[in-house]
């Protein structure tokens, strides 16, 4: 991607990654290293640099990766490197010719794309995919696009009363309930925090305070970003709006935000509500931050500061102002908002390489609780039977020292027919266990208190929960059932069954499984459970239109058989509805990478439909995994053999 001119006064290094995405997206680079060159990179920072690479997953490539550069010297200087590492990083890309100069030739590549850095404008990308970017000056539109779905699906139409903490206010569809500058991808950017901190400065000057429905955080991917703000004088501001700090580590971005406040909550079920979120964050797919917001946006740290003050999505933060001052006067965005000179100056004066060097100099050692913790001793694990966190995971149960041949899949049963887009969140999620889920009524019947449940994040290293957790999404539509979440229908008999509950059925009777879907089947985080979780269902194979890269790999390392509809088909121009009985046959013995498959549907009618599927194991290696039934055999065998 070549990238040319500079980022005008008031866009930001998340505004360009949003562009980025959404650019990306469109070409469809999935598989690809993505290279970004040109003069453009001179005026561009390298913690914008590392925004974009760190967003990868989000447009799909295998990598996404920047040149080394002077700014790249200068930034291991700054973040407190030695002379010597530095000397020796310049040395060694200038021997290899990997240094970037201004007089650099262009390299030559299989695509590119070009990108004016002039163009890029502040933005908004949701309400559910990360590519789905929204010009700040479109937001308001697109969101009452959004709230109109909504209303059309179920939300009410009326706004809702609430009465808390002696505070009365009616919440309604787009209000905002949860703001929080959060990710390791943004939060490691001084600008944008920076702007944030200024930006709160501002607005708590002029006497703005951010509404009592919307739940503010503060969780930076570094204790330098705390210091830094700390000596900066910003942290007081940024807590008078309510952007404390909560921790460092994975938090609102994955759906550990913990439960919107009970009156907040009653309203948003009792309307029902579309209610939304803006984060810092990386992704923003459905249920993720909450399972009860039903729209996520993605913005800069400034802009959430920004949303958070206006308390809705309804709103252009262009025009309308965030509220009134002491005297009554409005107050606009564009009032309050820091210039790139205010925000370099307090760069300059308030982060010192010194903060990096002492702050990272025994990240390795811990603190006096990790210190403390007792690790038992022993080569192996020491496994704790009525543990409801760690459990011993089935994967080895019967596991001979040579690999059976794998079969054909005959008599396969579809267990969820899904779309396009559907995110490795949807297979797996991270956040709260529903009390009436099956992951839940296991907690619960293991004496484990509603309030104790945590999430699944927090669960994976227990495969009881993790299987009832998967496909247990309550945004996931499964084409199967009418109603959202993790349920479908057991076949033939058509009963209405939680995912779960309809695995464990199909496995009693001996029934493989099967999964049909979309485009971008298995985009998102590189979620292991996503794969592990259908191969403990029974899933033997999965058929869509593409595969997120990681995923498809995940899929074949747990034994599961990837195949794509032929190019330019799908389910449905297959005439296919979940119900019919699958074989699939040529995969017997072993397979190759790229080859054919034949497929045989056979609905209840005894109509056949018969299509060849390409299998997705794209090298040798991959084959070498599924014909081990997946790479912890693989591994385990490789380790006896030895």
Not at 610 to 638: K, M, N, W
Request: glycine share 10%; proline share 6%; charged share 20%.
């Amino acid at each position: 991607v070549r990238l040319t001119g500079r980022l005008p006064e008031g866009a930001t290094g998340t505004d360009l990654v949003l562009r980025v995405t959404e650019l990306l997206r469109e070409r469809n680079v999935v598989g690809k290293f993505v290279e970004f060159f040109g003069t453009g990179l001179t005026a561009l920072p390298l913690a914008a640099r590392a925004t974009i690479a760190n967003m990868c997953p989000e447009y799909g490539a295998t990598v996404g990766f920047f040149p080394v550069d002077d700014e790249t010297l200068n930034y291991m200087r700054f973040t407190g490197r030695s002379e010597d590492q530095i000397a020796l990083v310049e040395a060694y890309c200038r021997e290899q010719q990997l240094f970037r100069t201004d007089d650099t030739p262009d390299p030559e590549y299989s695509e590119m794309l070009e990108l004016d850095l002039g163009t890029i404008e502040p933005s908004l990308a949701g309400p559910k995919r990360p590519q789905d970017r929204i010009s700040l000056s479109d937001a308001q539109s697109s969101a009452r696009a959004t709230i109109a779905e909504e209303i059309e699906a179920g939300a009410t139409a009326s706004p809702v009363a609430v009465a808390s903490n002696g505070d009365s206010y009616e919440l309604s569809n787009g209000s905002v309930v949860i703001a929080a500058i959060t990710s390791c991808t943004n939060t490691s950017n001084p600008e944008v925090m920076v702007a944030a901190g200024l930006l709160a400065k501002n607005a708590v000057e002029r006497g703005l305070r951010t509404p009592p429905w919307v739940k503010t955080s503060l969780a930076p991917g570094s204790r330098v970003v705390t210091e830094y703000l700390d000596e900066a004088g910003l942290t007081p501001y940024l807590d008078e709006l309510g952007f404390n700090l909560v921790g460092y580590g994975c938090t609102t971005c994955i759906g550990n935000s913990g439960p919107l406040p009970a009156p907040v909550s009653d309203a948003v079920d009792g309307g029902p509500l579309a209610v939304a979120a803006v984060l810092s964050g990386n992704r923003n797919f459905e249920a993720r931050i909450s399972n009860q917001v039903r729209a996520n946006y993605l913005a800069s740290p400034p802009l959430v500061v920004a949303y958070a003050l206006a308390g809705h999505m309804d709103v252009d933060l262009a025009t309308q102002p965030l509220g009134t001052d002491a005297d009554g006067a409005p107050v606009h965005l564009g009032d309050i908002w820091p210039d790139e000179q205010e925000v370099a100056s307090v760069i300059q004066s308030s982060i010192r390489s010194q903060m990096f060097r002492e702050r990272y100099a025994d990240v390795f050692t811990g603190d006096e609780q990790w210190a403390a913790l007792d690790s038992g001793g022993g080569q192996r694990f020491g496994w704790v039977d009525d543990s409801t966190y760690v459990r011993h995971a089935p994967y080895f149960q019967g596991l001979d020292r040579q690999p059976a041949a794998r079969g054909a899949i005959e008599g396969a049963r579809v267990l969820a027919l899904l779309g396009d887009s559907v995110t490795t969140d949807h297979i797996s999620p991270a956040g709260a266990i529903a009390v009436d889920s099956p992951a839940g009524r296991y907690l619960a019947d293991r004496g484990v208190e509603r309030r104790d449940f945590n999430s699944y994040g927090s669960r994976r290293g227990n495969h009881e929960v993790m299987v009832r957790g998967t496909f247990a999404n309550v945004r996931l539509r499964n084409q199967l059932v009418e109603r959202e979440g993790g349920w479908t229908r057991h076949l033939p008999d058509g009963e209405e069954l939680p995912i779960y509950d309809a695995a464990e059925q199909y496995r009693s009777e001996g029934v493989p499984l099967i999964v049909l879907a979309g485009r971008e089947y298995g985009s998102g985080s590189s979620r292991d459970w996503a794969a592990k979780g259908p191969s403990l269902l029974g899933v033997r194979a999965a058929i869509a239109q593409s595969y997120e890269r990681i995923h498809r790999s995940n899929l074949i390392g747990m034994g599961i058989l990837p195949l794509e509809f032929p190019s330019g088909e799908s389910a449905a121009s297959l005439g296919l509805t979940g119900e019919e009985s699958f074989d699939i046959t040529g995969v017997e013995g072993g397979v190759e990478p790229g080859q054919d498959v034949a497929v045989r549907a056979v609905s209840a009618d005894g109509t056949e439909t018969s299509f060849t599927a390409r299998c997705r194991i794209d090298t040798p290696v991959e084959a070498e995994y599924y014909r081990h039934g997946g790479i912890l055999q693989y591994v385990l065998r490789g380790l006896l053999a030895e």
